[in-house]
């Protein structure tokens, strides 16, 4: 758990020096509370309160998350880390994001949660890789040194923070002020002074220890402003340790144990954990035993809570997803039965539809092989049509004509027929009654009689059987447009036109060549 709080300590201060105190949307009433060295906690409700802007709202749930954090409160802080991420990510703020997601990392990381550990992981790498800023380099080399000092190679973590050195010294890193650079690097030094003691090598662990000492000694840091100062003491204490002065050591100690109690349980649970891990003993160290042991299973209760809530979440999730697939697969079968379904209707649709286009077809061709009429005397007028049913014979009983006339008029009616004349715009029943010549009350009786139509139901019949016999017999008629079609069979409009011809022969224009145009392609 020492890694833990070594790894915010870093990362918090990290975030407060590298962000830009000028970022457009962050008031400087907030990077005040931000920078302040009072009371963390009411600044950080402050910032929440007077946050307007996404990326106040970004900043302030970051600040509380780590404060949380630091008390051992896992559960709520991880709740602002994300709400602090979701804010970051809305608008574009790297710093923020980049920060936001090396917490999360290392805070699933540590309470066991892998897997949403390395997404956080790969959105930090993605992101130091999309913007190419010493920054964001720096603080993934300190988070590379971490994980290497988990596994306890600490040559290979040594090596990520010697990386970092050179950045300070050739001035690549840019911040405020001299002094939070100082500090910057007074940090970088104390973590390659702690590893070099990890490791056993007590002249470099000495050697990166001096410089520190070199830069408080000079007033280049000031002691209240370095944040790592009780870490400075634990290396101290160790040196002293390995000198062979546990009674220095112990005074080392006990000043990094003071200061790690004015900040919170992460630090003083690192300096407990130190102090044991070196042998070191004083009047007080049975009850140091039993406060570490209390901070330790606080911790775990803490860690245990948020493991057994994403598990219980898990549970939820995989029951969710278990319904949600149950709720798929009969969607997926209610829509392949509809798809059948649609598939048989349109299947015996269209064969309907080929069946009503073929009588169609066979009733031209009928037409088309029919005896000639060659003169009126090949007409025979039968007793039963002369006899016409009741309905008809009132209706026509006022009309006189003659059966010789009668006859000549069905023949004039079968060459006209024959014509394009009915295909006139407004065509008239008188129009009819001068080319038959003949009167109107005659024509009535003769379409009554021997058409059981009225005239305009006659007219439309022919002018719809002209269109249907264009399109059989000269295929290429079946690329005209409707609307084309309409004028040439001499209709008033296209809508006119659909309606007389389903009425004639009970499909629609475009079903009738569509499947006519099938019919050919089969043909």
């Not at 892998?114 to 790969?122: E, P, R, T, V, Y």
């Not at 300070?168 to 104390?190: R, S």
């Not at 006139?424 to 010549?437: A, E, G, H, Y």
């Not at 409707?482 to 004028?487: E, K, M, P, V, W």
Request: charged share 30%; aromatic share 12%; net charge positive.
């Amino acid at each position: 758990m020492k890694k833990i709080y070594i790894f915010f300590t870093i990362l918090s201060f990290t975030i407060f020096t590298s962000q830009k105190k000028d970022s457009l949307n962050v008031s400087k009433e907030i990077w005040k509370l931000v920078y302040a060295n009072d009371d963390k906690y009411e600044n950080a409700q402050k910032m929440l309160l007077i946050a307007k802007t996404d990326e106040e709202k970004a900043v302030a749930n970051r600040l509380m998350g780590d404060i949380l954090f630091k008390k051992l409160k896992y559960n709520e802080a991880i709740k602002y880390f994300e709400k602090g991420s979701y804010y970051a990510t809305r608008s574009n703020f790297y710093d923020e994001m980049f920060a936001i997601h090396c917490i999360l990392n290392y805070a699933y990381e540590s309470i066991g949660l892998k897997d949403k550990a390395n997404s956080h992981w790969d959105t930090v790498v993605s992101l130091s890789e999309k913007l190419n800023n010493v920054d964001y380099k720096i603080m993934v080399n300190r988070i590379n040194s971490n994980k290497a000092e988990k596994n306890k190679d600490y040559k290979k973590a040594l090596s990520y923070n010697l990386k970092n050195i050179k950045y300070y010294l050739n001035n690549e890193y840019k911040v405020p002020n001299i002094e939070l650079k100082n500090i910057e690097y007074a940090i970088e030094c104390n973590r390659i002074a702690y590893l070099s003691l990890k490791d056993n090598d007590l002249n470099k662990g000495k050697e990166y220890i001096k410089k520190i000492d070199s830069l408080i000694s000079s007033k280049s840091i000031q002691m209240e402003n370095y944040y790592y100062i009780s870490f400075y003491y634990i290396c101290k204490g160790i040196i002293a340790n390995k000198e062979g002065s546990k009674a220095q050591a112990n005074n080392w100690f006990n000043l990094a144990e003071k200061e790690a109690s004015k900040r919170n349980e992460h630090e003083r649970m690192r300096v407990l954990e130190e102090r044991m891990l070196n042998g070191l003993s004083n009047d007080t160290n049975n009850t140091n035993f039993k406060t570490y042991k209390e901070i330790s299973e606080k911790r775990d209760e803490k860690a245990n809570e948020i493991k057994n809530k994403e598990i219980n979440s898990n549970r939820i999730e995989i029951k969710n997803q278990k319904y949600k697939i149950k709720a798929w697969t009969i969607f997926a079968n209610m829509l392949i039965l509809t798809i059948i379904l649609i598939a048989v209707l349109n299947k015996r649709r269209n064969k309907k539809l080929k069946s009503k286009v073929e009588k169609i077809i066979q009733n031209i061709k009928d037409q088309k092989t029919s005896p000639p009429i060659e003169d009126t005397n090949n007409i025979e007028i039968e007793e039963e049509d002369l006899n016409v049913d009741e309905n008809k014979t009132e209706k026509s009983s006022s009309v006189a004509i003659s059966k010789k006339r009668e006859k000549e008029l069905l023949q004039r009616f079968v060459q006209f027929e024959k014509g394009t004349e009915f295909l006139t715009r407004n065509f008239t029943i008188s129009n009819l009654s001068s080319i038959l010549d003949t009167n109107v009350k005659y024509i009535h009786y003769i379409l009554k009689v021997h058409k059981d139509k009225n005239f305009s139901d006659y007219i439309n019949g022919l002018k719809i059987n002209y269109i249907i016999t264009k399109l059989y017999e000269q295929p290429e008629y079946l690329n005209y447009k409707i609307s084309y079609l309409a004028d040439l069979g001499g209709f008033s409009s296209h809508s006119h036109f659909a309606k007389v011809f389903k009425k004639e022969v009970d499909i629609s224009p475009s079903e009738f060549i569509c499947q006519l145009k099938k019919n050919n392609l089969e043909s």
